[in-house]
């Protein structure tokens, strides 16, 4: 959308980033310093309706804000007859030398995964899973202080994923989730509760009047590099029964479901369609409780049911994360 308005999000306030009323506009620039790791996520997708002009849409990492501001880093993707995505910076009011890749990861119409990962050498394009272009610094990344998102695009939320402050930022990494999982299945009315931003590991939280039908619990997070295993739990906190337990394990490129009632194990489940959850990548799990089964679905897609074996479910209260994740979102 070409029309829109300016906001200002201080980190602070990034609370309130992801609000339950409608999705934010474009254009969208936001104070976001990058000498400390934080976690932001922009769904987007973009405009299914015909263009009445090839469609742009820009990212912007600048330094201070105005027309007048450096770039640091303009990710800019032109659906203009020769489709390509262009890379350059801007300083003193003239633009570098542009680089460019005539490949089009993104398609008028669809949904897309954006990651831009500031390193300590580049910035690291991430689309829909896949390594895209690296666009080595010109201008320090401690000097960035805001994120500019506009064009031809929908924004619907928005979070930064890192962890570590500044100086260690050299050292370290900060992660800029754009992604578009509009799942369908979810109305917003079904979500319980307000987000939790950046939780630590460990997680554990109270799910208030317990898991009642037609609830959805919406988890993301990232799975670093040297990830091996992680456990999402859905406990009966006075019993420590488990209604639902989700387990991936990444080196046997499986996700194994099970159920822990009266002190035992039940029979494993690991079938699914594919598998969402790999080392060094980014998801987006929505876990919605049926009648008679959870319906489980990772990235918008569906991944698997479980139908459930304690019949009281109801009484699930508890939600349990831990093990290898980083966790950026968490709804209950």
């Known amino acids: ?80 007859g020769w489709d390509k995505v262009v890379f350059n910076s801007q300083q003193d009011g003239k633009w570098g030398n542009e680089e460019k890749k005539r490949s089009m990861p993104f398609r008028k119409g669809s949904a897309f995964e954006l990651v831009i990962m500031v390193m300590p050498e580049h910035y690291k394009v991430v689309v829909n899973g ?50 578009c999982f509009l799942p369908q299945f979810i109305p917003t009315s079904a979500m319980e509760g307000p987000p939790v931003f950046n939780p630590p590991v460990p997680f554990k939280g109270r799910l208030q009047g317990g898991l009642l039908a037609r609830r959805t619990i919406v988890i993301k997070g990232y799975v670093p590099p040297t990830g091996k295993s992680f456990v999402i739990n859905f406990k009966v906190g006075s019993s420590g029964d488990v209604a639902l ?58 991944l698997f049911d479980f139908s459930h074996r304690l019949s009281a479910f109801q009484g699930v209260d508890t939600l349990e994360i831990q093990g290898d994740v980083t966790l950026s979102y968490v709804q209950i």
Request: include cysteine.
């Open 1 to 80: 959308m070409r029309d829109g308005e300016a906001v200002g999000i201080s980190p602070s306030t990034l609370g309130s980033v992801v609000p339950k009323s409608p999705a934010p506009t474009c254009p969208r620039h936001s104070p976001t310093p990058l000498d400390c790791g934080m976690g932001w996520e922009r769904e987007s997708g973009a405009r299914k309706q015909p263009f009445p002009v090839p469609p742009r849409f820009f990212v912007n990492f600048e330094v201070g804000q105005g027309p007048g501001a450096d770039v640091a880093f303009h990710f800019n993707p032109r659906f203009d």
């Open 130 to 179: 896949d390594p895209f272009y690296e666009f080595g610094h010109r201008i320090p990344v401690q000097m960035v202080t805001h994120l500019k998102v506009d064009g031809d695009l929908t924004l619907q939320s928005i979070n930064f994923i890192g962890g570590q402050c500044a100086p260690s930022l050299v050292r370290g990494y900060l992660f800029i989730q754009f992604a």
């Open 245 to 302: 337990h989700i387990n991936p394990r990444l080196t046997e490129g499986t996700v194994v479901r099970n159920a822990f009632l009266k002190g035992a194990w039940g029979p494993e489940e690991r079938k699914i369609s594919h598998n969402p959850f790999g080392p060094g990548q980014f998801f987006d799990l929505s876990i919605r409780c049926g009648m008679d089964r959870f319906k489980v679905y990772a990235n918008g897609q569906h």
